[in-house]
Nanobody, 118 residues
């Protein structure tokens, strides 16, 4: 059974940084197309960053986070990360990791709350 557990969220001032982690069990992350999503209050969940499987590590980002967020993967730890810099109040949301939705979706985890104060 696939289990994805997000962590690393918190309260940060605008301009600050956070690094989110996604620990996986039941799945080998390097073999799967993965993504980070977020859902702000009263908004639909959106994909914000994705990474391809294998050694190529092709990535893509939503325009809203491009240049500020970086998705990466540690194949030894079987963990995925989202480095978030220059955070803005509009980045406030619950953040989730999952498969890139173009290739299907696993059950959603609890997510991790990120709150950016102005």
């Amino acid at each position: 059974q696939v289990q994805l557990v997000e962590s690393g969220g918190g309260l940060v001032q605008a301009g600050g940084s956070l690094r989110l982690s996604c620990a996986a069990s039941g799945i080998i992350l390097r073999s799967n197309p993965l993504a980070w999503y977020r859902q702000a209050p009263d908004k639909t969940r959106e994909l914000i960053a994705a990474i391809s499987p294998g050694a190529g590590d092709s990535t893509r980002y939503a325009d809203s986070v491009k240049g500020r967020f970086t998705i990466s993967r540690d194949n030894v730890k079987n963990t995925m990360y989202l480095q978030m810099n220059s955070l803005k109040p509009e980045d406030t949301a619950v953040y989730y990791c999952n498969k890139d939705h173009k290739y299907g979706i696993y059950s959603w985890g609890q997510g991790t709350q990120v709150t950016v104060s102005s």
